[in-house]
């Protein structure tokens, strides 16, 4: 709609990869020591651990340097759908009141740039809505339909398997799991931060990187990937006299 009335319209940089999910006791002892006993799933007089993380990695075969950062960290939560369409998936997370739930999750996503997103979305200024569109789908498909998300233990992301472990793979995603080739979702160089990024994260906090940490299928939308055009200066909107974008599609 405002298209048609003429509003410049632009795309830009957003943040995707996926949700990792811990057991929240973990995250606890790793954050705690020996205190995080005294969490009790948030009726105990230390609350539940959260974390917040970020790093700079460089893609090998380009030295390009890329940003990978947890993102709404949520303690005590649950991880759940965003789509409406069983045919894309997305998924993002929450917390409950009182931080109950024996699951950690976050997003960790790596930064995408409009350039980015050529290969798959085009030249247009939509080009950051279809480049989504095409991973949520393959996310969807290793799924298997019915909103069902595609996880993977961060080992097997890390080796590029799937299917290293005989024990079961638990999650709070009501929508159900399969496990599945995560690693081959993303274009490389999301995947090889997100790898180099795990790695990074483990030393910050042993023990991040472990069997009990699932990756699930796909975080991507962070922020919206379009914006309304304005002026450097003034913030207006440059084809709209006395419009003023404001809020996340604005940038």
């Known amino acids: 709609m405002l298209v048609t009335k003429g509003i410049s319209i632009e795309p830009k940089p957003i943040a995707v990869g996926f949700r990792i999910e811990h057991p929240q006791e973990l995250i606890n002892r790793i954050q705690y020591g020996e205190f995080g006993s ?23 075969d380009t030295m390009e340097k890329r940003s ?39 997003a960790l996503v790596v930064n995408v740039n409009p350039e980015d997103m050529i290969e798959f979305g085009g030249e247009s200024s939509y080009r950051g809505v279809l480049w989504q569109k095409h991973f949520e789908r393959k996310a969807a498909t290793l799924g298997g339909g019915n909103l069902v998300a595609p996880v993977q233990r961060a080992t097997d992301f890390i080796d590029g398997r799937i299917g290293s472990s005989n024990t079961e793979i638990k999650s709070s995603y009501r929508m159900g799991i399969k ?13 090889d931060a997100i790898r180099s990024a795990l790695i990074n994260f483990d030393r910050s906090m042993p023990g991040f990187l472990s069997e009990d940490a699932i990756l699930h299928g796909v975080e991507t939308r962070t922020s919206a990937p379009i914006q309304i055009t304005r002026h450097k200066e003034s913030l207006e909107c440059i084809s709209l006299k006395g419009l003023y974008p404001a809020g996340e599609g604005a940038g």
């Open 68 to 106: 990978c950062f947890s993102f709404c960290m949520c303690p005590g939560g649950q991880i759940v759908p965003t789509s409406v369409n069983p045919e894309e998936l997305c998924v993002n997370g929450m917390s409950f009141s009182q931080r109950q739930s024996p699951y950690a999750n976050s």
């Open 38 to 60: 005294l969490c009790n799933r948030g009726k105990g007089n230390v609350p539940v651990a959260d974390y917040r993380l970020a790093t700079d990695v460089l893609i090998d």
């Open 179 to 191: 496990e599945a080739p995560c690693h081959t979702i993303f274009p490389h160089f999301i995947t």
